[in-house]
């Protein structure tokens, strides 16, 4: 419950990103300066958290001794995450990006035999999550209607479906894979500080392209960029990253802790309805926002459940 309840608090900083990228969208900023800038903003903040806990020796170690799986890993799980999301807010308000995004809580189940367990079997897919993450798909679907009022053309498809479905599939595959070679070695703040300086290649290119071709980023942006960076890209990431590193070795319990992000549609609708004017979505997507929701409650009574009998069939042993 404690790894669900952090969850929860994750997915609310999460919603920042979603709220203030379709601001700086709307206001004319550029999504390469989006993107870039949050991990410029990010590198000093997380270096400091690592360094007064005494552990940046032991991460440069592990930087030094494999930089292309610390190169790969972290250019899928955050460069292939955070690009396709911020390309992504030019498609309409933050919320259906945010609904489109809750793809991410399949897309982990999905991914769980790709990953072995502590006692190095393959782990399986976890059934009863995996139905209960079918009513947060159909939600999903539900929610892109209202997007899709006009034909579901083909460029609704490149900007502003496909990208988020490509990150929803990146951040859990860089994350789990991270955590399955260093969660021994390294900590939660280790390992984000880590990939945050190993994406650095890509985000510094997506910065000088941005520079040659929209110029150098507005005030405003760069304002927004941080709150999402210190929001989003630590205190979110953090928490997450360590939610999920606390169950990382239960697939019914990481699955649920997965699943909280779909909380976060309900923050950033509220937040564009308070801070963007942004009108109430239509009936017929807040049905598809009920049923995200649901899928989420089952998955938290699952996780219950399960802890419940685990500690059951401790007492009788």
Not at 31 to 53: D, E, G, H, K, T
Not at 200 to 215: F, K
Request: net charge positive; hydrophobic share 55%; aromatic share 12%.
């Amino acid at each position: 419950m404690k790894a669900f309840l952090i969850g929860i608090l994750s997915s609310c900083f999460f919603a920042f990103t979603f709220i203030l990228n379709r601001a700086m969208e709307l206001s004319g900023g550029s999504w390469l300066w989006s993107a870039s800038l949050r991990y410029f903003f990010m590198v000093p903040f997380l270096v400091l958290i690592v360094a007064l806990r005494g552990n940046l020796k032991e991460l440069w170690k592990e930087l030094k001794e494999q930089p292309v799986v610390w190169l790969v890993w972290s250019f899928i799980g955050f460069g292939l995450f955070y690009g396709p999301i911020t390309y992504a807010a030019s498609s309409g308000p933050g919320w259906l990006v945010a609904g489109t995004w809750q793809f991410t809580i399949i897309a982990g189940i999905l991914l769980t035999p790709l990953f072995v367990d502590s006692t190095g079997l393959r782990r399986t897919i976890p059934v009863k999550s995996l139905l209960f993450s079918s009513l947060i798909f159909l939600g999903i679907l539900i929610i892109q209607l209202e997007n899709a009022e006009n034909g579901l053309t083909w460029n609704l498809l490149l900007t502003g479906v496909l990208p988020v479905i490509i990150a929803s599939f990146a951040y859990p595959l860089g994350n789990r894979k991270m955590m399955e070679l260093y969660s021994r070695k390294l900590d939660t703040f280790q390992r984000v500080l880590g990939m945050t300086l190993a994406s650095m290649p890509l985000w510094l290119m997506l910065a000088i392209v941005g520079y040659t071709t929209e110029g150098a980023p507005s005030t405003s942006q760069v304002i927004q960029t941080f709150l999402v960076a210190i929001s989003s890209g630590v205190i979110a990431t953090l928490l997450f990253f360590f939610a999920t590193e606390l169950v990382k070795d239960d697939t019914g319990k990481l699955a649920a802790v997965e699943a909280t992000q779909s909380s976060q549609i309900l923050f950033v609708i509220l937040g564009e309805m308070i801070f963007l004017s942004i009108p109430l979505p239509s009936f017929i997507s807040l049905m598809g926002v009920v049923l995200v929701v649901m899928g989420m409650v089952f998955h938290s009574l699952l996780s219950k459940k399960m802890t419940i009998k685990r500690n059951v069939n401790r007492l009788s042993v």
